[in-house]
């Protein structure tokens, strides 16, 4: 029922600022407590977390990425956006958004996106 889609440029080149969007379907309804989050995972390696965004504007990143790395939303949109500057090779991976939704009781709802695959190369 609840649908993200990543979108953006599939080819980036090196130095500059891989940019992607996340956008939720017109069918959902951003709950009161949630997490936006983007993962990655290059080719012949694992899920990587890149960053979250929580539902109180709190930004999370992973330690090796954080001081390039922006997650940022327009909630009358139902979007959310990543912004990784300075990229190398090294970036290249497929790219997927996340919504996890919270209960009153913490139980965790996770919605996916289908992934979209950045390259980094001239």
């Known amino acids: 029922q609840v649908q993200l889609q990543e979108s953006g440029p599939g080819l980036v080149q090196p130095s500059q600022t891989l940019s992607l969007t996340c956008t939720v379907s017109?069918?959902?309804?951003?709950?009161?407590?949630?997490?936006w989050i983007w993962i990655r995972q290059a080719p012949g390696k694992g899920l990587e977390w890149v960053g979250v965004l929580r539902y109180d504007g709190n930004t999370f990143y992973n330690p090796s990425l954080k001081s390039r790395t922006s997650i940022s939303s327009d909630t009358s949109k139902n979007q959310f956006s990543l912004h990784l500057e300075s990229v190398t090779p090294e970036d290249t991976a497929v790219y997927y958004c996340?919504?996890?939704?919270?209960?009153?009781?913490?139980?965790?709802?996770?919605?996916w996106g289908q992934g979209t695959q950045v390259t980094v190369s001239s």
């Open positions: 996340a919504r996890a939704d919270f209960s009153a009781t913490f139980d965790q709802t996770w919605n």
């Open positions: 017109d069918g959902s309804t951003t709950p009161s407590y949630y997490r």
